[in-house]
């Protein structure tokens, strides 16, 4: 076992652009590590810096004590799952599993022993002797992740492993990935742009933006106290509503400390539609554009009547003007709808007019 430790990690492409812009970041000896953003942000090339398939321009990464800057992929004791699987068509899916470990020189009767317990673990034992088009996706996938498991490396690396597979396909491989990393207790880094499936797998999440780290730390304390509006509005869905203070109609409401902020966050599920105003607390007067119902929940997308109030570009943010509201049930307003919906103090979240730093009121 091993943790990973990354020491202002830079990396700069032949003309100057900078992909990697100083991160740092520690995971611990048998930690699950979520890297996730969105697409661009420079989380596929952080990881496969460590793997040793892109070359460090700065910085340090240091895997178990060692660095391995200046290491080749092969000798950093590391095994990687890619997204495409990878696999040998013309192979079984034995001799896919054995066959890294072929190349190593290691002795038959230690391959055949490993191989089974993987195929065991990974519930593939019927299915040793198919070729790869013989499989589902999702068994493709458990043939990667099999591979990997049989080097017993020091470390995993997942470079976005479940986007190929469907939607109820990825909850399952998703729930089967975290079962097997606590069986196996063995330091992990995963990349993805799914912010759900970072939150439900990682021991610790990295949000990046931009070549930078924008927050780490446990997955529901980043949730609830998002550091930055970036994350805010990235981890969560639907995304946070974010609005600018500045009009009297927010500003008024929030009174104290909090009129220091610039900007006021609200999570649909924060808000409830009521005819009082709460004490410290935000009110805004909507009219119904929308109504999503999906069963246990309904989500109202509703206008505010000012023109747009709404701070900074993000992926994945709401459009000009809009408040999404998640209520339980399936009752909602009518389409077309004027209603009220309001927020108490300890639900708000506070940020500077940059969106760089959170305002504890």
């Not at 990396?11 to 969105?38: H, W």
């Not at 990997?148 to 997942?158: S, T």
């Not at 550091?227 to 009174?255: C, Y």
């Amino acid at each position: 076992m091993a943790n990973v430790t990354l020491r202002n990690v830079r990396k700069t492409y032949t003309g100057g652009f900078e992909a990697i812009k100083g991160v740092n970041v520690d995971v611990a000896d048998g930690q699950f590590c979520v890297l996730v953003g969105p697409s661009g942000c420079g989380k596929s090339t952080l990881l496969r810096m460590v793997a040793g398939l892109e070359t460090v321009t700065g910085g340090e990464i240091d895997i178990g004590g060692r660095v391995v800057n200046q290491i080749e992929p092969a000798d950093r004791d590391i095994a990687m799952v890619f997204q495409n699987y990878a696999l040998y068509p013309h192979m079984s899916v034995y001799n896919n599993m054995a066959y890294g470990l072929r190349n190593r020189g290691m002795a038959e009767a230690e391959i055949k022993t490993r191989v089974a317990e993987a195929a065991r673990v990974l519930e593939l034992s019927a299915m040793l002797e198919r070729k790869p088009r013989q499989l589902s996706g999702g068994q493709r996938q458990r043939v990667a992740m099999g591979r990997a498991i049989v080097r017993q490396p020091k470390v995993f690396l997942f470079d976005e492993p479940l986007s190929n597979l469907d939607a109820k396909l990825r909850i399952a491989m998703r729930v089967e990935i975290r079962k097997l990393q606590r069986r196996l207790n063995t330091t992990s880094i995963y990349v993805t742009h799914d912010q759900l499936e970072a939150m439900t797998l990682a021991d610790v999440l990295v949000v990046m933006n931009g070549g930078q780290v924008e927050q780490v730390g446990n997955p529901l304390a980043i949730y609830e106290k998002p550091a930055t509006t970036f994350v805010a509005s990235f981890i969560g869905a639907p995304p946070m509503n974010l609005m600018s203070t500045r009009p009297d109609e927010i500003k008024s409401q929030l009174g104290g400390s909090a009129t220091e902020a610039d900007i006021v966050g609200i999570r649909p599920e924060d808000f409830v539609i009521t005819d009082q105003a709460p004490a410290g607390g935000v009110a805004l007067p909507l009219t119904v554009e929308a109504i999503e119902r999906v069963g246990a929940e309904t989500f109202v997308y509703g206008s505010r009547e000012q023109e747009d109030q709404r701070v900074a570009a993000t992926p994945g943010e709401l459009p000009p003007g809009e408040i999404i509201v998640r209520i339980p049930g399936t009752d909602a307003p009518a389409i077309g709808q004027k209603i009220r919906v309001a927020a108490v103090r300890p639900k708000l979240h506070l940020f500077s007019a940059d969106g760089r730093t959170r305002i504890e009121a």
